[in-house]
């Protein structure tokens, strides 16, 4: 079945220091990925949603400049929070449809800690 | 915009017993899909649904999407163990997907 791969699984860092993250759709092409936040214990928050070879659709409230979307192929996006502080420290994961359109069951990579000193 | 509720937020049960997560829209879907996640994973698709009053199962686990597409059921016959995790649902009218905030099931041995 369809398999994403997101890299890394963990991240401990500074504070100040950027990050990236890579999510990887592995046996098919992805035009659209979705960037998503999760809180412990809590659902899932719709960041942005990554286009390939466009700008990326950010979700009211998420700064764009922060966090930096990148889809430059058809089976890589990237997610790269910027000079990162505790408060963004949180489980960020990455969905892609794969099949089609982007209201389509999504695979979910298996997702990055990220946690900032 | 498209809100997805689901509840109960939490639902402890013992193993055995019956288990059920409703979802509703505030406006009608073209479908609706069904994750699980377990703890200290990422949600995996169970299913999706498409049709009005469409009912799907699989083993123990029962879907139903109610006929004006705007609300959903999850329902686990004789809870194990395994089926510990957190259910969302999500669905999708003109918008990418909705998702529920989930339903965290607890099944005590």
């Known amino acids: 079945g369809a398999v994403v791969s997101q890299h890394p699984s963990w991240v401990i860092c500074k504070s100040g220091t950027s990050v990236k993250i890579e999510c990887r759709s592995l046996d098919f092409q992805a035009t659209t990925m979705f960037w998503y936040r999760q809180f412990p214990k809590q659902s899932l928050m719709l960041m942005a949603t990554s286009n390939e070879g466009s700008k990326a659709t950010y979700e009211q409230g998420v700064e764009k400049d922060k966090f930096l979307i990148n889809h430059a192929s058809l089976t890589l996006s990237t997610l790269t929070v910027t000079s990162a502080h505790p408060e963004d420290s949180s489980f960020y994961i990455c969905?892609?449809?794969?099949?089609?359109?982007?209201?389509?069951?999504?695979?979910f990579g298996d997702g990055t800690r990220l946690s900032i000193l | 915009g498209q809100q997805v509720m689901q509840i109960p937020q939490y639902q402890h049960v013992q193993e055995g017993e019956d288990f059920t997560t409703y979802c509703n829209s505030s406006?009608?879907?073209?479908?609706i899909q069904w994750y699980k996640q377990r703890p200290g994973g990422h949600p995996v698709f169970l299913i999706q649904?498409?049709?009005?009053?469409e009912v799907k199962k699989q083993k123990r686990l029962t879907f139903q999407f109610g006929e004006a597409k705007k609300n959903s059921s999850l329902h686990i016959t004789a809870t194990q163990t395994t089926d510990v995790g957190t259910y969302f649902c999500?669905?999708?009218?003109?918008?990418?997907?909705?998702f529920g905030k989930g339903t965290r099931l607890s099944v005590i041995a």
């Open positions: 649904l498409v049709k009005s009053g």
């Open positions: 406006t009608t879907l073209s479908n």
């Open positions: 969905s892609a449809p794969s099949t089609g359109p982007s209201n389509q069951p999504q695979h």
């Open positions: 999500a669905g999708s009218g003109n918008t990418p997907l909705v």
